[in-house]
């Protein structure tokens, strides 16, 4: 299981480290369809630095989905600076940016978005068919990421045949595969109930433990308190921003 | 993303959908279909005439009065009276035409034969002797008439097997007498059936000497046609030569004046049935063609219903690092994949078609139609399906690699 027993140190030395990881300076995405301009992030400023683990909280619609679109390079802010690893979204073209979300970025959605009629290996192997990975280390690859989830008992399984808490599983081995800097959840556990979706903050906390650097969205604050940083946004601005004082553990049905 | 994988994932992009998938290659399977129909049976068709004009024999050359028909209506010329008796003894001279073996003249024209109560409609041939050795008919039973006959006017006739059947039955026809225009022929031979393996149905026809058809019959003082047998095929081109310039001579034409009759060689025939077959096949085909584009009309539009389904696939694809171009050849692959299977059944089905067009055409019109596959339809009709699919499969796939990747995420 490389993932595993990848120590922190070991990213540390990957990146630039003239930089947070994650630098943000006076954010806004303003979104404008047919002439109606919607604010949906004002002058966010903060950073995240490798190896952290922060929760993003606030009511429906505060923006933290959008934050997170410009945090994953999956969308482009109005103003504002925004820097991955040192170098902005200018700094990349279309294609650098894909391979950056392949290699360096890993996504968890709320919806699982798994391919449907789909083995759970061939799903996780899917950020290894853009990745230039020789397509013979691809089996073993997938296979470790789904082994350090807890599902190689369902390697074959088909992805609408899994529970929900599986296939929430399965999307974080497909982040994982391609051992990426970071790891981008955006309410991973909302489809999810209590126990599954404690089992997967139990997995992004494990995860963190080893070094990888997580930003979660969710709105339940025993969730957010698993996270050793608490971001609190209301109305696509940034309300508080604290260290967790009293750090939760994911409740222990997991590890074995 | 390795070949390999984008075509597995445009087949599997297919499966996910075959009721709809085989629909739309329909138009695809009906338009290469055609093409293949189209040509098969274009091809049978030369090769049916092909052989047709090989039987008449590559060394033989047709000479007709008039000028070369340049189209379908235009027969005007062809019975004029240039070719003149005088004409005749000119080409049989050595000096005139060396390379010349044999020197036909042939009048020719339908006519009733009675005999008894028995009427039977069949083509009359005029000619000389050597008729039969140059279109190689051959008598079952008696003799074929002479030069004797020739020169003695003798009202003697050499009958096909299908006139014998219609006008005698199985009773002995040798011996005979029927009537032509009202003049008995004595009937002195039966040929052996010979099926249409030429240009003229020699079953269905009568031999007389020449002179008896031209005085009896037709009542003209010239001929049809004359045939002329060169040694080798190699003398045709220079035998055409001689024989030009000794009928220009015998007709008094000169200088830039055009001829009055015209020439044409086996060749001739099979260069020009090329035209004609290679002109209507790809008319044919054309018109099939339309169909491929109707067809492709239809995968574009199943490729577009495809890509806005697939907006979240598309958009998770990106998050996890596919490129642009990664989701253009996805659905371009999709798209050809689609097309070029709806090609190679359209391969299969056209060939078989052709296959049972042409058993059933050799029945109908009793003649061998052979059957050939036609390669060169097969590749044409996968390489244009396969084109098919590119051209109209870009448009969906282009739109399917624009689409953001923020789609993905938003959950509905
Ligand atoms: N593509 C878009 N076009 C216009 N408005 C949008 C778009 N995406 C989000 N918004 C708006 O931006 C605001 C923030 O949305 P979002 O970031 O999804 O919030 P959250 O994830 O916190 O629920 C909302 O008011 C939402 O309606
Ligand atoms: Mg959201």
Redesign the pocket.
């Known amino acids: 299981m490389p993932t595993t027993e990848r120590k922190k140190e070991m990213y540390n030395e990957n990146i630039n480290t003239a930089y947070p990881l994650i630098l943000v300076r006076g954010l806004t995405?303003t979104?404008?369809?047919e002439d109606?301009e919607?604010?949906?992030?004002r002058d966010a400023s903060f950073s995240v630095e490798a190896g952290e683990f922060a929760a993003i909280m606030?009511?429906?619609?505060?923006?933290?989905?959008?934050?997170?679109?410009l945090l994953g390079f999956l969308d482009r802010h109005t103003s504002g600076e925004y820097r991955f690893d040192g170098k902005t979204i200018d700094d990349y073209s279309p294609d650098e940016i894909a391979r950056l979300r392949n290699k360096k970025m890993g996504f968890v959605f709320q919806a699982f978005n798994l391919l449907p009629r789909t083995t759970v290996l061939e799903n996780v192997k899917l950020p290894l068919l853009y990745s230039g990975t020789k397509e013979k280390e691809w089996d073993g690859l997938a296979r470790a990421a789904i082994e350090s989830v807890g599902l190689s008992h369902r390697i074959m399984h088909e992805s609408s045949q899994l529970s929900g808490g599986e296939k929430q599983r399965v999307a974080i081995a497909r982040a994982l595969v391609n051992d990426p800097l970071i790891i981008f959840a955006?309410?991973p556990t909302g489809n999810l109930d209590t126990r599954s979706g404690m089992a997967v903050i139990e997995i992004l906390q494990w995860l963190n433990n080893e070094g990888r650097t997580i930003v979660l969205?969710t709105h339940e604050t025993e969730l957010a308190e698993c996270a050793k940083r608490i971001i609190i946004?209301r109305d696509?601005k940034i309300e508080s921003d604290s260290p967790v004082g009293n750090r939760r553990k994911a409740a222990d049905h997991f590890s074995k | 993303m390795t070949l390999k994988y984008s075509l597995k994932t445009a087949l599997k992009g297919i499966q996910v959908n075959k009721s709809r998938a085989s629909l739309t290659i329909l138009g695809i399977v009906i338009g290469v279909t055609a093409i293949m129909l189209v040509m098969a049976l274009g091809e049978g068709a030369h090769q049916l005439i092909l052989g047709q004009i090989q039987g008449l024999g590559s060394k033989t050359i047709f000479i007709a009065p008039g000028r070369q028909p340049t189209g379908p209506s235009d027969f005007a010329q062809v019975f004029s009276d240039a070719l003149k008796e005088r004409d005749l003894a000119l080409l049989e001279r050595k000096t005139n035409v060396p390379n010349a073996t044999r020197v036909l003249p042939i009048v020719f024209g339908g006519e009733t034969i009675l005999y008894g109560s028995e009427t039977h409609r069949a083509t009359i041939f005029g000619s000389s002797e050597p008729i039969a050795a140059v279109f190689d008919v051959s008598p079952a039973e008696g003799v074929f008439f002479t030069d004797d006959d020739v020169r003695g006017r003798a009202e003697v006739a050499v009958i096909g097997s299908k006139v014998k059947k219609e006008l005698f039955g199985d009773s002995d026809a040798v011996g005979e007498k029927v009537k032509i225009k009202g003049r008995n022929f004595k009937v002195i031979g039966v040929l052996s059936p010979k099926g249409q393996a030429s240009l003229f149905d020699f079953d269905d026809a009568a031999f007389i000497p020449y002179t008896a058809a031209q005085q009896y019959i037709f009542g003209i003082k010239y001929f049809h046609r004359f045939v002329v047998e060169a040694d080798s095929e190699d003398a045709v081109p220079q035998t055409v030569l001689d024989i030009e310039a000794t009928l220009r001579e015998s007709h008094n034409i000169t200088g830039t004046q055009k001829n009055d009759f015209f020439m044409e060689t086996q060749t001739d025939m099979i260069e020009r049935l090329g035209v004609v077959t290679n002109v209507l096949t790809l008319f044919l085909g054309s018109v099939a063609a339309i169909s491929l584009i109707v067809g492709g009309i239809g995968i574009m539009n199943i490729m577009l219903v495809s890509v806005t389904e697939r907006t979240r696939e598309i958009g998770l694809r990106k998050a996890v690092g596919a490129t642009n171009k990664d989701i253009l050849y996805q659905f371009l692959l999709e798209a050809m994949a689609l097309t070029a299977t709806g090609g190679a059944i359209g391969i299969a089905l056209g060939a078989v078609l052709s296959f049972i067009t042409a058993i059933v055409l050799s029945n109908v019109i009793a003649m061998e139609w052979k059957f050939t596959f036609p390669i060169s339809a097969a590749l044409l009709g996968v390489g244009v399906s396969a084109a098919v699919g590119l051209v109209f499969g870009l448009y969906p796939a282009r739109q399917a690699s624009r689409k953001s990747p923020?789609e993905a995420l938003?959950y509905e």
């Open positions: 995405k979104y404008v369809n109606i919607t604010p949906a992030l606030g009511p429906s619609g505060s923006g933290k989905s959008t934050l997170l679109h955006d309410e969205i946004m696509g | 923020i938003r």
